[in-house]
């Protein structure tokens, strides 16, 4: 079984930084590629960023610059550092992977950016 269990959410004021964790176990984690998804209220849930096995990142465009992904194997961990946080990006934000021929989520993280 697979268990992906994030961390870090919070509220936060516009231009605030806040720090996401997911911590996972039950996969060989050096070798999957980590994502980070969001569902912000009424909309669809949309990848965020992910890293590759090797290192290569991605962001969706509006969080470019402002978002760093990145990976800690020794620890089965991948964070998501947000910065220059906006109400827009308001969301529960999720860890995925996909493993043994299916996705796994983590029951998400609630990030609330508001004075």
């Known amino acids: 079984q697979v268990h992906l269990v994030e961390s870090g959410g919070g509220l936060v004021q516009p231009g605030g930084s806040l720090r996401l964790s997911c911590s996972a176990s039950g996969i060989n984690f050096a070798i999957h590629t980590m994502n980070w998804y969001r569902r912000a209220p009424g909309q669809e849930r949309e990848l965020v960023a992910l890293?590759?096995?090797?290192?290569?990142?991605n962001y969706t465009d509006s969080v470019k610059g402002r978002f760093t992904i990145s990976r800690e194997n020794a620890w089965n961990r991948v964070y998501l550092q947000m910065s220059s946080l906006k109400p827009e990006d308001t969301a529960v934000y999720y860890c995925?992977?996909?493993?043994?021929?299916?996705?796994?989520w983590g029951k998400g993280a609630l990030v609330t950016v508001s004075s």
């Open positions: 995925n992977v996909n493993s043994r021929g299916r996705l796994w």
């Open positions: 890293i590759t096995s090797a290192g290569t990142k």
